[in-house]
Every structure is written in C-alpha cells, then in structure tokens.
C-alpha cells in the first residue's frame, strides 16, 4: 500500500504561487493519504477533488479564512498565497498577532476566495473516522485536533492517525503528551501516525517512543529543504518497501512510503 504525507498548504508553494499541489499528489496513487492545510471553499474544493479521485474519509475543518491569490507572487518572506487567519466562525483578519508583512500583503492582493482549512485523512479502504480533539494550547487560536482511522487493508486492520501538530514554542509537548496517552490505550494492531508534525525527529523521539520513522527525508521548505517536520511513523507489523520525499508544488515537501501490513 502507497501512504502520502503533504501539507497542501492550500495548492501553493512558498513563494505564494498557485501550483497543482494536490493534483501532483493524486497522481502518485495513494491508498491512504493524510494531507494537513487542505481548503474548502467557494472555487478551490479539495476534498471533493479526493472524493472524485476515490479517496474518502474526513475533512476537519480547523478554521475559517481567507484565500489571497496574485499573479506574480511575493519573495519568500511574504505570508503564502493562501493567508488564513481565525478559529471555526470567527475573523481574526485584523487581529494583533498578524505581522506587519502579513496586513501589507493583504492590502495589495485582493481576497479569491472564503472557505475553510484544515486536516484531510483520506483512504481507498473501507472504515470509520474519528476525530479526537486535542484541545487549544495557550499560544494557540484553534483546537488541534486527531484524526483516527480504522481500516481494513486485504482483510488485516491498520490504524491511521492524522495530525497537524503546533509548533514546539506553542506548547507542543503538552499536544503530544495527549496524542500519546490516547493512542496507547489502542489495541496491539499496526498502527500508522503521520502529517506535519512541526517538529524535528530528535525532538519528536522522546515525545513518542516506541515509533518507527518510515520516510527520513527532508521536507521543510520545499525548495531547498534543510529540515524534516512532516513524518510518517508507525508501530506493529509494518515494514517499509521503498520511501522518498517529492516537491509537489506546495512549501512541503510530500512524503511517500510504500508499505507492507503484516503479510499482506
């Protein structure tokens, strides 16, 4: 089975370019992808693209915003494209934490589109999805939120969990500690955890033990990546047949695994 990790980050790159982030994802064949920064909204719909392409599950809106598209761009240090601001229902456009970068890039480019972001779990195999929330962290404006799958791969079950996780100055520890405790009152199926983990692998070791990393490749920033922050890790009976990580289009770079559950 081919599992996909990609931060969409709305179908743009770093630069604020629209690209065909999600198109080039589609296009590798996944049977299970987990894809954070997802959007939904008025012309750009994400999950009915997934839908259309056999590939269902559940879409967890983290927030309501804006996206900003322009011809051109901007320099790397410009807010991306796809600018979001504000919890589930709420604007927070003109709210104190915006940079000044940030409010000069949205008074030069006009808003595309209203919709919604957040974290797409995806599969072509049967099963249910839940979603855990996490809670808000202090430095937060949005819950964080898990999303747990149980499938049934050529009749074997396997577990995805999904996850967007803060960064570490946000109090990440105390996100992971949560993710932890739930997932270790699972049963002794293999288990798979990916997404954009905003976290470094030596950093994120102590905080989940007893997890196999199936991808080491670096994924941030897409053009010249320098760091790994998105994961997939896994426990039980999964073994790895072929991994790499691909520029897509989006500021991320997409992880991709193929895998073998068991003796499937």
């Known amino acids: 089975m081919r599992v996909v990790v990609c931060n969409l980050h709305a179908g743009v790159d770093g630069w604020g370019r629209a690209t065909g982030a999600l198109e080039r994802v589609i296009d590798l064949a996944p049977d299970i992808a987990i894809l954070p920064e997802s959007w939904r909204g008025e012309t750009l719909d994400m999950v009915a693209q997934l839908d259309a392409a056999g590939l269902r599950g559940h879409f967890a809106p983290l927030a309501r915003g804006e996206r900003i598209e322009s011809a051109s761009g901007g320099s790397s240090w410009q807010p991306p494209l796809a600018h979001f601001t504000g919890e589930r229902g709420i604007n927070l456009t003109e709210h104190r934490q915006l940079s000044r970068a940030q409010r000069k890039f949205r008074q030069t480019h006009p808003v595309h589109e209203s919709g919604e972001w957040g974290l797409s779990l995806v599969s072509r195999y049967p099963g249910p999805v839940e979603v855990i929330d996490l809670g808000r962290l202090p430095r937060e404006r949005v819950s964080r939120v898990l999303l747990l799958a149980r499938l ?113």
């Open 152 to 264: 049934e791969v050529d009749g074997h079950p396997l577990t995805v969990a999904a996850l967007h996780g803060a960064h570490l100055s946000h109090g990440s520890p105390r996100m992971y500690a949560r993710v932890r405790r739930y997932l270790d009152q699972l049963g002794p199926e293999p288990l798979l955890l990916g997404g954009d983990f905003n976290c470094w692998r030596p950093l994120l070791r102590p905080m989940l033990p007893g997890y196999q990393s199936r991808v080491r490749a670096k994924t941030w920033p897409a053009y010249r990546a320098h760091s790994q922050i998105d994961h997939l890790l896994s426990r039980g009976e999964i073994t790895t047949q072929a991994s790499r990580a691909l520029d897509v289009g989006s500021d991320h770079r997409a992880l991709v695994a193929d895998l073998v559950l068991g003796g499937v």
